[in-house]
């Protein structure tokens, strides 16, 4: 089974910080993405990433930017955290093209 | 730009009835379809795709979902619903000329009444 493993459950951080988020998965795969979650909402892709050192925009990309140095790990970003971005991050992947994501169990951020 | 909408954020179902969740989309080209399960604090599960094939696709837990390109739908079904299906569900689109990337509902929350 593939696993994508997110570094925190839940933080607690303070407006201004520079918050990163990890996540590392065990499968080889390609594609890595990041979401955020919010109520009513569903998923809102931030970043994604098809290879190494290879990055796009999703649809918020925003007050955030992402590293991919290794395969297996795709790094988030908050380049100087804001309370509008608390919410839940979820960062999955997959193997290439339509193949179905994976998802980590995300971390719940909290900016206060 | 594709869109999925997915027809109530919440639904209230009886233990063994049907679950019925509906999911639309705006596209002229032919999609990926997804539908995942979220439980409380987990991330996303795969529950089934549709990539072309069959358009009446199966998936885990006793779940299925058939894509009718007429009306742009891929409603999820379950004939009896169980207590373990309480959870949040999310459909989503995919595209090829969109470079793969996944586009979500705003997701049904389900609650199974005893």
């Known amino acids: 089974d593939v696993k994508v493993t997110q570094s925190s459950r839940y933080l607690v951080k303070r407006t201004g910080e520079k918050v990163f988020l990890e996540c590392v998965q065990d499968?080889?795969?390609?594609?890595m993405f990041w979401y955020r979650q919010d109520p009513g909402l569903g998923l809102r892709l931030i970043y994604f990433?098809?290879?190494?050192?290879?990055?796009e925009k999703g649809d918020i990309p925003e007050g955030y930017s992402v590293s991919r140095e290794k395969k297996e790990r795709f790094s988030l970003i908050l380049e100087s955290a804001s309370t509008n971005q608390t919410s839940m991050y979820l960062c999955?992947?997959?193997?290439?093209?339509?193949?179905?994501?994976?998802f980590g169990d995300g971390t719940r951020l909290s900016i206060l | 730009a594709q869109s999925v909408t997915q027809l109530g954020s919440h639904v209230s179902v009886s233990e063994g009835a049907l679950v019925l969740l509906r999911c639309n989309y705006s596209?002229?080209?032919?999609?990926?379809l997804f539908w995942y399960v979220q439980y409380p604090n987990q991330g996303l599960q795969l529950l089934l795709k549709?990539?072309?094939?069959?358009?009446l696709v199966k998936g885990i837990n006793g779940f299925e979902a058939e894509f009718k390109k007429s009306e742009t739908s891929f409603h999820l079904t379950k004939p009896s619903a169980h207590m373990s299906d309480a959870a949040e569900y999310f459909c989503a689109v995919s595209f090829k000329a969109a470079g793969n990337k996944l586009t979500f509902g705003g997701g049904t929350r389900v609650l199974v009444k005893p």
């Open positions: 596209s002229s080209v032919p999609p990926y």
């Open positions: 549709y990539t072309s094939a069959a358009t």
């Open positions: 999955a992947s997959s193997l290439r093209g339509w193949q179905p994501q994976h």
């Open positions: 990433s098809y290879d190494v050192k290879m990055k």
């Open positions: 499968m080889d795969h390609e594609n």
